[in-house]
């Protein structure tokens, strides 16, 4: 393992952009979205590695003196009055990893898997916990060889860290357990003689150090962070084009309107659907045909500004969380040892569940503009539920309920998880903050989301095409002419199903905003 660090710290020029070099202190979110999404490698500064060693001789010297110091010779939560004897303190570590192994449910994408590995390297490698540089070297190497921990889903409260999810994760390194490796879920053991990596023999304290922290739900909101990000660009791109569905009015999105009220993400995004609607023959004017539009549409900057301001704090945390030492106890540079609360994970919980109303908000708004397009008394001319033939036809009418029962959900998993906090371990650990829970709730929600947004896309392609010979500006255009490519337009009644997934296909990748921003530019 010494010679697979020493290799990826000697870079050649060529290689230095491949790689992301991990010092506990300035790991950014676009460095964790290459390593999770463009296969870039992560490798350990020679600085950081140096204080992870002076780290682990203050571990060494306490376990020699027997100094009593909790989760180093001694047991864990309620059992933290338990003193270990010297010779057990391996056998203490193994136990803790095994013991607290014990997630329910399916599990989590390797990117999530992924990010954990990276994310607890990171934080270890500031040198407050105590471990061996070849439990960190264990972790890149999973990371690099695309090895990732099968991590069940269920079982995390998000105190006194991600407790069994990252007992998974632990278990891998130990060669117990199982992984995904080329696409396939094999025994950790075998997967780790087939590449050459050794199995870690856990000492004192490095148990307790990869599993005390949040690295688990901070993988989660950082992909959350991720999807919502583009979420709300892909929000801004089909709600222009149901706009031209429904003729709707430009003047609500004038600039001078916005800056008057003075949030700056509301601004920008008044000026990117302007963008997206330029040269549109579609839009109308204020008394052209109406004199004002329904909330859904003209209110859109202001609901979706308010979210970007969401994601600018959801970011703030999570760029703390990537800089921050979080571990218990915590091995401070001057050998003290403290017992501490830094694996809380009230910061992250809050985030993900602000994150997530915020998200949950983009789906409510775009489900009542699909409401309108389908609605003949209210979509000025357009045929009912955009069926050519109504009545024998039923058009997008189903379609509409399936965006209506994930709004639905969405507005039952943005409620609080923080706000369900429980006692554990005979009341020790008697404040949990539920982080976990937010952040698979934020997952979910932005899952259903990109769903509702795909119904929308379908309705407002639909819907422009239904005002031929009138065209569509340059974004809609783009957008347009992609939704077509990958679905057929309003017609007889056909199986819906296919459609709507091609759509979230769309939705989900990226692929409609990268259509929109090659026509008007990039905002992203």
Partial sequence: MEKLTESMMTLTHGEENSVVTLNGNTL??????????????????????????????????????????????TGFGKFSDVR?????????????????????????????SRAMLLLRANA???????????????????????????????????????????????????????????????????????????????????????????????AMGVIGYLEAEKIAYQS????????????????????????????QQQVDTARRIREYLSGSSLITRQGEIRVQDAYSLRCHPQVI????????????????????????????????????????????????????????????????????????????????FLSTDAGVNSGMMIAQYTAGALVAENRRLAHPASADSMATSAMQEDHVSLGWASARNLRQ??????????????????AVELRAPLQPGRGGAAVHALVRSALPGPGPDRYLAPDLAAAEELVRSGQLLAAAEQAVGTFA
């Fill in 28 to 73: 950014t979110l676009p460095e964790v979205k290459r390593v999770l999404f463009e296969g870039v490698k992560a490798a350990a500064s020679e600085e950081s590695m140096l204080r992870v060693k002076n780290s682990h001789e203050a571990v060494r010297r306490i376990v020699s003196e027997e100094k009593v110091i909790y989760g180093i010779n």
């Fill in 84 to 112: 270990i004897d010297q010779g057990d303190v391996e056998d203490l570590q193994l136990n803790l990893i095994r013991s607290h192994a014990c997630g329910v449910g399916e599990p989590f994408p390797e990117s999530v």
């Fill in 124 to 218: 270890l490698l500031k040198g407050f916990s105590g471990v061996r540089p070849v439990v960190i070297e264990t972790l890149l190497a999973l990371v690099n060889n695309s090895i990732h921990p099968v991590i069940p889903q269920q079982g995390s409260l998000g105190a006194s860290g991600d407790l069994a999810p990252l007992s998974h994760l632990a278990l891998v390194l130990m060669g117990e357990g199982e992984v995904f490796y080329k696409g396939e879920r094999k025994p950790a053991l075998e997967v780790l003689v087939q590449e050459g990596i050794e199995p870690v023999t856990l000492q004192a304290k490095e148990g307790l150090a990869l599993i005390n922290g949040t690295q688990a739900m901070t």
């Fill in 236 to 263: 801004e791109l089909i709600a222009a084009l149901t706009m031209e569905g429904l003729n709707g009015i430009i003047d609500a999105f004038d600039e001078n309107i916005h800056q008057a009220r003075g949030y």
């Fill in 305 to 384: 500004g308010a979210g970007r301001d969401t994601l600018g704090f959801a970011t703030t945390v999570a760029e703390r969380e990537l800089a921050s030492a979080i571990d218990n106890p915590v091995i401070l540079p001057d050998g003290r040892v403290e017992s501490v609360g830094n694996f809380h994970g009230e910061p992250l919980a809050f985030a993900c569940d602000f994150l997530a109303l915020a998200v949950a908000e983009a789906g409510a708004i775009a489900f009542s503009r699909i409401d309108r397009m389908l609605d003949a008394r209210r979509s000025r001319g357009l045929p009912p």
């Fill in 445 to 462: 929600i932005i899952a259903n989301t990109n769903r509702v947004l795909a119904v929308e896309a379908v309705c407002a392609a639909h």
